[in-house]
């Protein structure tokens, strides 16, 4: 591993988050920055500074005393006490963990594996004789979205149709407002400059959850609904340690929350795992050969192609990172991506390899790290073991098949939008799982 460098402030390096060179060559914006030697950028869109280094990042993530995530993971400054988790800090971040830990138990994870699997079966038994599909729509998006609607109560599918198209809309218009700053997302509000089925698709979201929270409370009441019947009865019935409940705006603000958090960013997830094995051919047939290591293969891609490419912490007080003096209350982006990519960590950081050290790769950020540790990791990783075993036993000579494209590309999240695949199919369907 390379030595770590001192930082000058002229090394200080000029970035555009919003720019579409960084949003197509990130990565190489990441490998200037470390070879610049500064652990740091300025960013000219939102006039931010963001942290690329490993440690750099690891020793912010550990002063939750002085960085805080109060004001939002946004540029934004959002309202105090209005986010949830990754909007919290101790001790009402505590608070919030205790109450939602029962239903982000690994215990409670592992009862949806069968409803899981029978998922990933289904679908591709829906798919298979036909030889190809795009499995980015198919089975990446549809599985994440599958499993936090199981885990909220809410049918994916209803008399009003498949809610697909518009709850992922919500979820890209509410992120890609993350990385401006709230008197520009305003602007562009009240300006028409958002697209009004953008818009809509949020409020109807929201509304979703509204309608949910309500039909909840009242079959609790009645006693069709029990404290386990789903995650929405589980915060309405479960105290906090001083015996209070979480209000019907905090529970709100956790379904959101859920939503975005568990399946964008899964999707992009499960995508990459396959781009990165059909695109490295020798690490895909030792895969082949070991399937010990799908892991592995889960983590490194996980380091290598980070879904979140960071998020913002604001200072309770008067610091200097390096040479430069961050003012109190000051937004700073953490790139876990970037971080990700430190050679001073990890060797040769832009090779996808499957014989690293386990216990090295899991250094990743991909989940964060701390008082902020990503609560549905287990699930993420669960959902990419179900995924990867179950399509690479079922779809033989798994191949790409047409050209991969970008789903919207936004600073903070990173990934397909395509992922055109073949295979051989068989007279006979390879048996389930």
């Not at 200037?32 to 440690?55: F, L, N």
């Not at 946004?74 to 608070?95: I, K, M, N, Y």
């Not at 399937?291 to 490194?300: D, F, G, H, N, R």
């Amino acid at each position: 591993m390379s030595e770590p460098k001192t930082c000058p402030f002229d090394g200080v390096l000029e970035v555009d988050f919003n720019s579409e060179p960084f949003l197509t060559q990130f990565k190489d914006v990441y490998t200037q920055i470390h070879a610049s030697g500064c652990p740091y950028a300025h960013s000219t869109a939102g006039d931010h500074y963001a942290v690329a280094s490993h440690p750099e990042i690891m020793s912010i993530l550990k002063q939750y005393d002085i960085w805080k995530s109060k004001f939002g993971p946004g540029l934004a400054f959002q309202p105090e006490g209005s986010g949830v988790l990754v909007s919290v800090d101790p001790p009402d971040h505590t608070f919030e963990v205790k109450i939602v830990a029962s239903s982000f138990s690994m215990a409670y994870f592992e009862s949806l594996i069968p409803t899981m699997q029978q998922f990933v079966d289904e679908t591709i038994d829906s798919f298979y004789k036909d030889g190809q599909v795009d499995l980015h729509s198919a089975l990446s998006v549809s599985l994440p979205l599958f499993v936090i609607f199981t885990m909220l109560g809410i049918p994916l599918h209803d008399e009003q149709g498949d809610k697909t198209e518009w709850i992922r809309d919500g979820i890209f218009t509410t992120v890609g407002a993350m990385l401006k700053p709230g008197e520009q997302a305003m602007q562009e509000m009240m300006s028409g400059d958002i697209d009004p089925k953008h818009l809509q698709a949020v409020m109807r979201t929201q509304q979703m959850f509204v309608d949910h929270l309500a039909d909840c409370k009242n079959k609790l009441e009645s006693g069709e609904y029990q404290e386990a019947t789903n995650i929405v009865c589980r915060f309405l019935t479960t105290p906090g340690p001083d015996g209070t409940f979480l209000s019907d705006e905090k529970i709100l603000g956790f379904c959101a929350f859920l939503l975005t958090a568990g399946s964008a960013t899964t999707t992009i997830m499960l995508s990459n795992i396959i781009y990165r094995l059909l695109t490295e051919p020798e690490e895909f047939a030792k895969l082949q050969a070991d399937p010990a290591l799908i892991p592995m293969a889960i983590e490194e891609t996980l380091r290598l192609d980070a879904p979140v490419q960071g998020l913002f912490r604001t200072n309770d007080e008067d610091v200097d990172l390096g040479p430069i003096h961050v003012a109190k209350d000051t937004k700073v982006m953490l790139l876990w991506a970037a971080g990700n990519l430190d050679p001073t960590v990890f060797d040769d950081p832009l090779s996808f390899s499957l014989d690293r050290d386990m216990s090295k790769v899991r250094r990743h950020l991909a989940f964060g790290y701390g008082t902020h540790f990503c609560r549905g990791a287990p699930l993420a990783r669960l959902e990419g073991d179900i995924f990867l075993r179950t399509v690479l036993k079922r779809l033989p000579n798994l191949r790409l098949a047409g050209e991969i494209t970008a789903e919207k590309r936004m600073p903070v999240l990173q990934g397909i939008g395509e992922l055109p695949v073949a295979w051989d199919v068989a007279s006979r369907k390879p048996r389930r799982i």
